[in-house]
């Protein structure tokens, strides 16, 4: 049960940091992120968080 809430966790993250991207860049529109410098350099961030923990996730723990 833990993998897939850390898989869905991860598309969240991944999702909203895209959303964040797309904003401070100023494809989408209608918010105060919208053309921001801050939210296009946070954006990517986590999403890129969100990639790493879907791997992480996916290869599970190391054994010993």
Same mark, same amino acid.
Do not use: H
């Given at each position: 049960?833990?993998?897939? /809430?850390?898989?869905? %966790?991860?598309?969240?993250?991944?999702?909203?940091?895209? /959303? $964040?991207? %797309?904003?401070?860049?100023?494809?989408?529109?209608?918010?105060?992120?919208?053309?921001?410098?801050? $939210?296009?350099?946070? =954006? #990517?961030?986590?999403?890129? %968080? =969100? /990639?790493?923990?879907? %791997? /992480?996730?996916? @290869? =599970? #723990?190391?054994? @010993?």
């Amino acid at each position: 049960m833990g993998k897939i /809430v850390a898989i869905a %966790f991860a598309a969240l993250l991944i999702a909203i940091g895209g /959303v $964040w991207t %797309f904003q401070g860049l100023g494809y989408l529109k209608g918010s105060s992120m919208t053309g921001q410098t801050l $939210w296009a350099t946070i =954006g #990517p961030i986590i999403a890129a %968080f =969100g /990639v790493a923990l879907i %791997f /992480v996730a996916i @290869r =599970g #723990p190391k054994k @010993r």
